[in-house]
């Protein structure tokens, strides 16, 4: 069915009336190859995008997929409303993917209503659906297997990209039933009191500051914040573990400004007092041994027994922090923003040197500017992950080993230029040169009439020079050395483009000249900085 003509004022109405966020292609694209990377010997017979929008997912998918919006924004997709459409035949092996409309609960009724008919559903969520109160409510028979949190700025509303706090999700269907989380309210070492004049610790509830520890000497509302006194430890030993407790990016998962709930403080709670009586650590140090629970034991005087609060906070320790700092995931799934922020934690001490795993996106300029300036690279290795999903199967990923070291100095940033003198970025209607963004063959030059959907493609015109000079000068140029620096599908941005392209010019500047003739520089070298940090050793 052909998309209809409406105008601006129709468009903007039906973007507030159907919560219309589009989906950027790109990631699409990186939610379709997440769910081949977990199914890649299972097809589905036929996949279903129930929201289909601008067609930013089926687009990208083949001739088995059905596209329904009830107010389509791009051909070939259906007018339908989805919980109300029923295919009309049997769908065999289903896949349901997109990005349903949130408003009202509309994320969980496309969920259960796709649950109904789909053998996976892969869709993008509010970010409460992190929760264990959310999940509980999605049908019994789908399990989770697989959530990443979408990026900031992600969605298209109305020509704008806008934040949505949002995550992305795969479910699959089991023939038994899931059980219902436990979810606890109480802890021995605490109790909620309904004053303030009795609290010891309070904590914000709802809003911005969500999950933070508010001041004593200033009265809060009892219905923005939560009110907790000390039971089985003094209020200080309880205030000091509630310091280091990370509760706000659990309210980070809360609609709205972010919210937090007393279930998620107990559990948060629990985990901490769990793993400081254990002896596997999130951070170790060289030469550094986590203290076992019998060690942490003999220090409060109760020899074979787990301490229930500790018995000094973290800065009253003496003993000095350590010069070089690993930081492990413990066979968990960490993001490249996860890593950042805990490199940037790390470098608020006094560590010299850090070393860590990542997914290849940590190569991405945008990436390494976000990592403290003055810690350099200055090792990396190529190096595989092994992961443990929900099933306990093991899989393996692709990643990257990484050392950074403090020096005095401020490293100079990437520079993120989205354009050059030498051409412009344009529609493939203007383009003299398209390069494939996407993909296996990220990078690689067509002309415009060959290349395939806007989508996956980039298109740029020659400004200040010719079009064949500037595809010989693009055609130099080394894109393997960065498209594969992502965390699924290869890619390449226009930012890199610019950086490889403008770094390509200054080495042909630099052309040595001998005995009156050129030697040209190798083109191997295009793109690979002659100050790229030397490999790791295993």
């Known amino acids: 069915m052909p998309a209809r003509t409406i105008t601006t004022d129709t468009a903007a109405d039906n973007a507030r009336k159907f919560d219309q966020y589009y989906t950027p292609p790109d990631y699409a694209a990186h939610c379709i190859a997440m769910v081949n990377a977990l199914y890649p010997e299972q097809p589905f017979d036929n996949v279903v995008e129930p929201s289909a929008g601008s067609g930013s997912f089926s687009s990208q998918l083949g001739d088995n997929c059905i596209a329904l919006d009830i107010d389509p924004a791009a051909p070939g997709i259906e007018q339908a409303d989805y919980l109300r459409w029923q295919p009309a035949g049997d769908l065999g092996r289903c896949l349901v993917i997109g990005n349903p409309p949130f408003a009202n609960q509309a994320a969980l009724e496309f969920l259960n209503h796709a649950a109904q008919t789909a053998d996976v559903v892969a869709m993008i969520l509010p970010r409460t659906f992190s929760k264990v109160s959310q999940r509980d409510r999605v049908d019994r028979n ?31 269907r089991r023939p038994e039933e899931r059980p219902i989380l436990t979810r606890k309210t109480r802890h021995p070492h605490f109790a ?28 809060w509302s009892p219905q923005s914040n939560i009110y907790l006194r000390a039971v089985e430890c003094t209020p200080d030993q309880l205030r000091a573990r509630f310091e280091q407790l990370d509760m706000t990016s659990a309210a980070r998962n809360g609609c709205g400004g972010g919210s937090i709930n007393l279930t998620e403080i107990v559990s948060l709670y629990a985990e901490a007092l769990e793993g400081e009586n254990t002896v596997h650590s999130i951070v170790s140090a060289d030469g550094h041994a986590s203290p076992g629970p019998n060690e942490e034991s003999k220090a409060t005087g109760q020899p074979g027994e787990k301490a229930p609060c500790p018995t000094h906070s ?47 996106s940590i190569r991405k300029m945008s990436a390494q500017n976000r990592i403290d300036p003055h810690f350099h690279l200055v090792a990396e290795i190529d190096c595989a992950v092994e992961i443990v ?27 993120l230029a989205s354009a050059h003198s030498d051409f412009e970025f344009c529609s493939r209607a203007d383009a003299d040169i ?65 950086a490889l392209y403008d770094a390509a010019r200054r080495v042909a500047a630099a052309v040595l000249v001998t005995d009156g003739s050129a030697k040209r520089a190798d083109a191997e070298t295009i793109g690979r900085p002659s100050d790229r940090p030397s490999r790791l050793s295993d």
Do not use: M
């Not at 004053?195 to 001041?215: C, E, H, N, W």
């Not at 093991?394 to 940033?413: H, I, M, P």
């Not at 002309?447 to 959907?453: F, K, L, V, W």
């Open 192 to 219: 909620r009191c309904k004053s303030q004049a009795d609290a010891d610790v309070v904590i914000r509830r709802v809003g911005a500051d969500a999950g933070r520890l508010k001041p004593l000497d200033r009265t």
């Open 434 to 498: 398209a390069i494939q963004r996407v993909g296996a063959a990220a990078g690689r030059l067509k002309r415009p009439t060959d290349a395939g959907s806007d989508q996956s493609h980039t298109f740029v015109r020659a400004t200040g020079c010719t079009s064949e000079e500037l595809w010989a000068r693009l055609a130099a140029i080394d894109f393997d050395a960065v498209r594969h620096q992502t965390a699924a599908v290869p890619s390449i941005a226009k930012p890199e483009i610019v």
């Open 314 to 360: 973290p800065i009253e320790q003496t003993e000095p922090e350590p010069e070089h700092v690993w930081l492990n995931t413990g066979g968990r799934a960490a993001t490249t923003s996860d890593i950042v922020a805990r490199v940037n934690e790390t470098a608020k001490g006094t560590a010299k040197r850090v070393t860590f795993t990542a997914p290849p």
């Open 142 to 172: 789908f399990h989770l297997v697989y959530e990443e949190t979408v990026p900031a700025f992600a969605f298209d509303y109305r020509g704008q990209a806008v934040d949505k706090p949002c995550v992305f999700q795969i479910w699959e």
């Open 389 to 415: 999903d929900t099933f306990g199967k093991k899989r393996t990923f692709a990643a990257v080993r990484q050392r950074w070291e403090r020096r005095s100095d401020r490293r100079t940033l990437h520079r």
